[in-house]
């Protein structure tokens, strides 16, 4: 404790200043934006300048006309939404370039029709709100089709029950010094080595730390192969096997990491050992609800070695889908050159009701305020809805440049309804890019009951004369 | 939607053009970590830590430590609904120009949240337009295995409940594969994805050094430290004991990794992120200065 208290007393001078993290340090490693330097501090006339960072808070009540009727919530779950005519754009937007969102491709995600939800919307009440942000960005900085989720194991978790623990439970060690940690339910542990020693903590099962008593590695001489587990219990206990340094690895990944309720959803498994994959002798997957119901599929060879499994995505009746993600469970069980490999990995997935959707017209207008595109929707249930896109420009050379995000949101009721999104001319100026403007990474999602219910790559081209 | 352009007109108008005059009034905001606080300043910052930092604040009075409930999910009206009320409540009463959020763990995720989704909550614009940027100690950007684990029965050392605590909505979020589904879809700031609308500013704390022998693990507090040899087995060897580095540094940009500046190039580990430990205050007290 020498150095701390001159740490608490220390002041005002500063330690070290020539070596002192400084705003205009420029980061090394930036996850979002490469080309980014930290600013100097700023004072109000920097964040408006420095940033140009447009609010349009539209408090009054410029989507009013759309708050029609109170929905009803009788409607029963998966109740088709009667379709209306399609709407008008909004005054402003009259005389605007009617367009069509772009065709979305396979990796997009939009959905064929509406459905009412049970669930009530839990955004907070609030009118509408529109934001822009310009965004400093190369083209190739933003990736608008984001891969879903991969999980990789080296390790494998399981709970076992007093009984089974007693009699023995098998470790499959597929790389010397493996470590395994135990619930606080287990006692009186040891463990049985391939040619019949046997471990105990302190004698060849080797505690981790002082704070955790059930926690061990084993010494790396002991080699691989199957050690036997007992221990006594008055619970099930939590097992824990980590190989971290194991030349043999599970990596699970879903197809997507949204769906709709009632689709299927594809996941793929690879067992590789030393980066090839390697057959595995067991193996299944559970897709489990976030009320813990499961639904267990073997998974089936491909071709190039991997596997895979289709899982349909069904929530019970009385159960409909929520903000709560599910879980995908994966675990294989192998014998690698003479090794005992058993593996288990765990990735999510969204499971969204669709209770609007783009209808694909949508309205561009272009002129002196800046660039607004209205898109339509059609509305099932009434909620908290939001779109949100990025606008690109093209630059000098003609190539798209990302200028400005803008997300717009407001409480929509069943029926034909608009969002728009609002860029400041300034924005764009201060970008020095030019039409034909495009909207990317094209988003709509229920911001009442957390559901993502499009997503599109490349959606809105302005091929509007400029 | 004449009130559309009316809007931003308005929007523009006051944000651009500032009297010369008008000098900007700075305030620093303390955001906890997962946990459902009532008193953070004594039982998550400590006053050390808090009052060192806004030693640099021009007014040092301009300054709230928050207190929410970070059990929830981050977009509960307890998390960051609560932290935008707060927020939102401080900007007002002192007139906050220019706001400075650091935030600690998990905090960083609401924060990113709230600037991720600027239309939620018709509270949240104001909130952003008066951040200068966000310092983020050790953020949960990416989540951690250690909430994998628990969420999927793993039991740790009970001196790391604070961290940990029990399988609540927030540490199921922070498991791994969710956060990678919240920064795809949620969030903004990680990589490939659009910048946030605000600078979020990583530390990372690289290494634990938990032996009762060195004097650096009593930094913080001991016993918070306790345990994080455990779980340093979930994650990379470069990690705080609780987040991989990857994670802290995951979002934004990073600011600096611990040993590159603090005291004798000791890391900070989880524990000690949060705390007056090895000149991490002091860092933050220049950075506070407008």
Redesign the interface.
Known sequence: MTRHPSHLSSGTASPRAAAMPHHQTRPRHDAMNRHATRPHAMNSTHLAFKTALTIALLLAASLAPEAAASPSRSLAHATPLRLEPAASPSPTLARATPLRLEPATADDLRAAAVVVSRLPSTAPVGGPVNFTWPIDQASDDLVARPAPHSAASTGHARTVDPAALRSGVTLAISSPGAFFKLSPAAREIRVTTPDGRTLRPGAGLNPVGPADDLAFTLDRDLGTGKFLLRAEADAPVRLDILERDSDLVLLIQAARDVVFVGDSLRVEARLLHRGRPVAAEQQSARLVDPDGRALTRRLTAQADGSYRVDLPVQAPAQAEPDARLWTIEVELAATIADRPVRRSATTAVAVSVPTARLTGLAHVDHHRDGLRAELELEVASDSRYAVTAVLHGRNRDGQLQPIAVGQSAAPLTPGRRHLTLAFAAATIAASGMRGPFELHDLRLVDQGRMFVLHRQARALVDRSDH | ?????T??GL??AL????S?A???VTGVAFVHGTGKQTNALVDYWTA?MVD?VR?GLPNTTNYVVVNCDFEK?M?D?AAA?CLAGQLSSFIKAKKI??LLVITHSNGGNMLRWILS??????R??AV??AI??VDALAPS?LGTPLA??VV??????K?LGWLLGYKSEAV?MQ????M??YN???L????????????L?AVVGTDVD?SPFD??S??GGYSLG??L??TQ??LDSCSDGFLNCSSQ????????HDI??T??QEPLSHAQSRR????L???L???V??
């Open positions: 939607m004449p009130c559309t352009r809007s931003i929007a523009l944000l651009v053009a500032p010369p008008q000098a900007a050390a060192s030693l999910y977009w009206p609904g120009t220019d989704n600027p239309t939620y909550d018709s949240y614009p952003i337009s200068r940027w950007s994998n684990a999927s029965g793993t039991t740790f050392e001196s199921i498991q791994t594969e969710n990678a589904y795809a879809n949620w903004l700031g990680t990589a490939g994805r659009p910048a946030l609308p605000r600078d500013w938990s004097n650096d009593w930094c306790v345990g040899e455990t087995w979930w540094g995951g979002a934004g940009h990073e600011w600096f590159e500046y005291y004798e007056n430990c090895f000149y205050d002091l860092f007290r220049e950075d200065k407008p």
